[in-house]
């Protein structure tokens, strides 16, 4: 057995122990059902919803929310990147805004985009793009600020014109750490939508949570958690699938 | 002309800074706020204007009408800070103690990590209720998650011989822990806790906002409802006021404590 298969292993004994435990807790009644649904009737619901009920829409809605999200964020990120690193003096005064803005709690300001947006999507879109923007911004200054002049100095030598040299060695050098700050970006963006469907009760799945938790299906609320886990965990993988391709 | 220059050049000169633009441009947006909530040209509900916002902080800063809410708060984002970190330093050093529990739990942290933590609140709810103890748990899974991994991070940085010369000399497991590997890690989990009490700030809050009978959250979306945005505007103010003064003392006390966590303030960003 391969070192890498054995961990996997060791992962998924870890997971479906821990399910085995709560599955049993609940079958044998040790944990009321008013609290806890078995993880397997989580399953079968979520898979009725997937098939006769609408969760496929909602699904579908978070993922236009989320990439609405990195679209925006992408092209606005970037563009607003490159400018920040072109003019040193904005670049470095407003670094520090940037990071201060992004550690602070501003999805607590999401009422402003309710009023502003109204109860629906754009109001989640609007606000989370701003959680992907900064950390694209940052990465793509950083990035152009960190090309190695060499690398430049190599194009000039060679009488590159000022597009070739931006087309041939400034994309590719600063490709990399773009892409790390857009890995970032999704991630926040994939909390903040889901996490604002849920508050806010719009949009997809995290609406279906927020519906079924007012109602107090505890199946259905297990069954909407599962999903929301599912769906972060599959994009994480996704991505890092992609950054594993993208630095070959 | 050639009169003007000697006065503005200074000028000018000192607005060339980084300090200078961002004096600038927070001038600029704080006018054209006010000048938009005045005349009423944009968004008239949306924007009221900056002294209609500063007087409704000015009541909350020197009238006791949000202490119930701040005394809830701080009960929820307190709570939330001390079991994420007596779960989380623990269970970094365990987890970070040795190389094979890290490779096969830290993959199994960072995918949950991704998770947004406030979709667990109804289970919260079922088991906990809809007072401040939800709130606190939704507060403390969310700081978790820094705390542990950047002490795993830190454990990482801990220089194998320090363990050794503590084991060839007899000191027990308990006592490595708390004088070899706390210590060495100190910066790092510093680092940890600043950043764990940003998400327990967001966490706790943000729950507040959806079901709650008091904190700053909660009144958030209390004048939401009444439509009171010039008060709404001034809370939020006053939570970001309060959310950086807290980063700011844990900042310094930290730096005091440890110089090493004076390098490490840049890993907030990531989380």
């Known amino acids: 057995m391969s070192e890498s298969t054995r961990l996997t292993a060791w992962r998924l004994g870890l997971i479906f122990g821990a399910l ?144 070739q040299l931006f087309r041939h060695i400034l994309i590719p050098a600063v490709a990399p750490a773009i892409f790390s700050g857009f890995r970032l970006a999704l991630t926040y963006i994939l909390k903040s939508v889901l996490g604002l469907e849920y508050v806010a009760q719009v949009g997809g799945v995290g609406m279906w949570l927020s519906d079924a938790a007012f109602k107090f299906e505890v199946e259905e609320v297990y069954a909407g958690l599962f999903g929301t886990i599912v769906l972060s965990i599959l994009f994480l993988y996704l991505i890092n699938r992609c950054e594993h391709w993208f630095r070959r | 002309m050639a009169a003007a220059r000697p006065t503005s050049t200074p000028l000018m000169a000192r607005i060339q800074t980084p300090l200078g633009v961002r004096a600038l441009t927070l001038s600029v947006l704080i006018v054209g706020w006010e000048l938009i909530g005045r005349t ?47 779960l989380g330093i623990p269970l970094g050093i365990l987890w970070g103690s040795k190389q094979s529990w890290l490779e096969i739990v830290e993959p199994l942290i960072l995918y949950a990590a991704v998770v947004p933590k406030i979709v667990i609140f109804p289970v919260f709810i079922l088991f906990l209720g809809i007072d401040v103890h939800s709130k606190l748990a939704v507060g403390a899974i969310a700081a978790f998650f820094p705390i542990s991994l950047l002490t795993i991070a830190g454990m990482r940085e801990v220089k194998k011989v320090y363990v050794d010369v503590a084991r060839t000399i007899g000191v027990t497991p308990a006592k490595i822990a708390t004088h070899v590997y706390l210590p060495a890690i100190a910066g790092q989990v510093f680092t940890g806790i600043r950043i764990g009490l940003g998400a327990a700030v967001t966490g706790a809050l943000l729950a507040e906002t959806k079901i709650a009978k008091a904190g700053l959250g909660f009144m958030i979306v209390e004048y939401y409802g009444q439509f009171r945005i010039a008060d709404m505007y001034a809370l939020l103010l006053f939570i970001f006021i309060l959310a950086a003064l807290a980063n700011w003392a844990m900042k310094s006390l930290f730096g005091m404590l440890s110089p090493i966590s004076r390098k490490s303030g840049d890993a907030g960003m990531y989380f």
């Open chain 1, 20 to 163: 085995l435990i709560v599955e049993t807790s609940v079958r044998a009644g040790w944990i009321s059902t008013f609290f806890l649904a078995a993880p397997t009737r989580a399953v079968i619901v979520l898979w009725q919803q997937l098939l006769h009920g609408n969760a496929l829409v909602l699904t579908g809605i978070t993922l236009f929310e989320i990439t609405a999200c990195l679209l925006i964020a992408t092209i606005l990120g970037v563009l607003a990147g490159f400018f920040l690193w072109r003019y040193k003096l904005i670049g470095t005064s407003y670094e520090t805004l940037l990071a201060a803005l992004f550690s602070s709690p501003v999805i607590l300001a999401y009422p402003i985009f309710l009023v502003t947006f109204g109860r629906t999507s754009a109001a989640v879109i609007a606000l989370s793009s701003i959680f992907g923007l900064i950390p694209i911004i940052i990465n793509t200054k950083g990035a152009f600020q960190n090309v190695n002049p060499i690398l430049l100095q190599v194009g000039a030598s060679m009488n590159l014109t000022r597009r």
């Open chain 2, 40 to 86: 009423g040209l944009l968004f008239p509900d949306l924007f009221p204007s900056i002294t209609e916002i500063l007087q409704s902080l000015w009541i909350y800063v020197t009238t006791p009408v949000m202490i119930p809410h701040i005394k809830a708060s701080l009960y929820e984002v307190g709570g939330a800070i001390a079991i994420a970190a007596l």
